[in-house]
C-alpha cells in the first residue's frame, strides 16, 4: 500500500482469486461510516467519483477499480466465473471489518455500470444505503448492445443462455425482496435515453421495500444518459452526507428539475438595473496623476477630482488597496501607506456617494521603477 500527501491510500488486496486494485481515503473527525464507490464505463483509472467531489466527506471512501486483466466486468465476473464477484466483496469485507463497521455503517454508490454494481452487491450482500444511478438493469443486453468487448470478457461467449444470466442478476434479487430493509436510491431521468428499456420496466418490483426513493430528474439541462448525474450532483452530496451522518431521507417517488430556461427575465433585470449599486450616471472618478503610461517611484501618490463623491476606491487584481476621502469642492488625493512594488500596473478606482451608490470605474495604468534604479538625466 502507498500513501499520498493528501492522505490518499492506494492498494492491492490479493486475498481472494483475483487481485483487486482500491483506494482509501480514511475518515475525518472519526466518522464510523463507509462509502464503497464504484466505477462507471470511462471512469478516469477506472475509480468512479474520483475527481475529488468525494475528497472532504467526513466517513472513510473506498474506491475500487474495475480493471481485470485490461478489462471492465461490472465487478461480477470473467468468463461467467463469479469468484471475481467474490473477490470484490471480500475488499469490502475486508475493510469494513479492519474498520470495526458493519454492513449497516455502509453505503454503496455508483453510476451507470456502478449504479448496476452498487444495486446487485448492495442487494445481494445486505448493505443498507444503496445509491444507485442510472444503472443498467438488463446488464447482458446492454452488453451486447453497446460494449461488446466488455461482453466477451464477462460472458466467454455471448449466448442467450450467458446474456439472460446477467440480464436476471438484479431483476431476481429485487423480486426476491432481497435485503428488503435497505434504504435505496435510484436516479433516472426520461432524458435519459436508457430509461424506458433500462430502468422504467423494473420500478414495480421495488413495491414493498421499507425506503425505496425514485428520483426522476425531468430537467430541459440533461441531454443524455452521461448527463443525468452531472446535473445532479448538488442534490447527491447533500445525501451522501445524510447517509454518512446516520439519516435516511424518505423520499417516496419524486420529480426534480423541470427548470423553465426560456422564462422572461425582463422585470427582474429592470429591477436589478433600477436598484443596482453601481449607477451609469454618477460620473466616473477622473485621475489627473499618474497619467497612463508614466513610470513612477514605489512611493506614488494618486490625485484626481471625483464631483458628488464622499470617497474613491482604489482596487488592484481584485485586492482593496485604500478608499481616500473626497473633498467637498470634489478633490481627491492618496498614497499607498506601502510602497508599489516595481514593475507594471492596472488600478481601478470608482467613486462612492453619500448613499453609498457607485460611479463605473475609471483604470489607471502606470509602471513603477525600481526603487534603486540609476538616475536618468
Known sequence: MSVSPSGLHTGIDTSDAYPVHYRFSPATKGNQHLVVVFANIAAPDDYGWSNGVFDKLRANVLWIRDDFEGSNSYYLCKGMDFTLERSVVTLIANVMNSLGLTPDQCTLWGGSKGGSAALYFGLKYGFRNIVALVPQ????????????????????????????????????????????????????????????????????????????????????????????????????????????????????????????????????????????????????????????????????????????????????????????????????????????????????????????????TTDVAFRVENAYAAPRF
Open 137 to 360: 438493469f438488463l446488464i447482458g443486453t446492454y452488453l451486447q448492445q453497446k460494449h461488446p468487448a466488455i461482453g466477451r470478457f464477462m460472458m466467454g461467449q455471448a449466448t442467450e443462455a450467458n446474456i439472460q444470466v446477467l440480464d436476471r442478476a438484479i431483476p431476481d434479487l429485487v423480486a426476491s425482496g432481497a435485503n428488503r430493509g435497505a434504504n435505496i436510491y435510484l436516479l433516472s431521468s426520461p432524458q435519459d435515453e436508457q430509461y424506458p428499456v433500462q430502468v422504467e420496466p423494473f420500478l414495480p418490483l421495488f413495491q414493498g421495500y421499507e425506503n425505496f426513493n425514485f428520483i426522476f430528474s425531468d430537467s430541459p439541462y440533461i441531454t443524455g444518459h452521461t448527463q443525468v448525474t452531472r446535473r445532479n450532483v448538488p442534490m447527491l452530496m447533500g445525501l451522501v452526507n445524510f447517509l454518512i451522518d446516520g439519516i435516511p431521507p424518505r423520499l417516496g417517488q419524486v420529480v426534480n428539475g423541470r427548470e423553465r430556461p426560456d422564462t422572461d427575465r425582463s422585470a427582474i433585470d429592470a429591477f436589478l438595473k433600477a436598484t443596482s449599486q453601481v449607477r451609469d450616471t454618477f460620473p466616473a472618478p477622473l485621475v489627473h496623476a499618474p497619467f497612463p503610461g508614466q513610470q513612477v517611484r514605489p512611493s506614488v501618490r494618486f490625485t484626481g477630482f471625483a464631483p458628488g463623491a464622499v470617497r474613491v476606491s482604489a482596487w488592484e487584481r481584485g485586492t482593496f488597496l485604500g478608499s481616500p476621502d473626497v473633498a467637498a469642492d470634489g478633490s481627491w488625493s492618496w498614497e499607498p501607506p506601502k510602497p508599489l512594488s516595481p514593475g507594471d500596473h492596472l488600478v481601478r478606482i470608482f467613486a462612492v456617494d453619500a448613499s453609498g451608490f457607485a460611479s463605473p
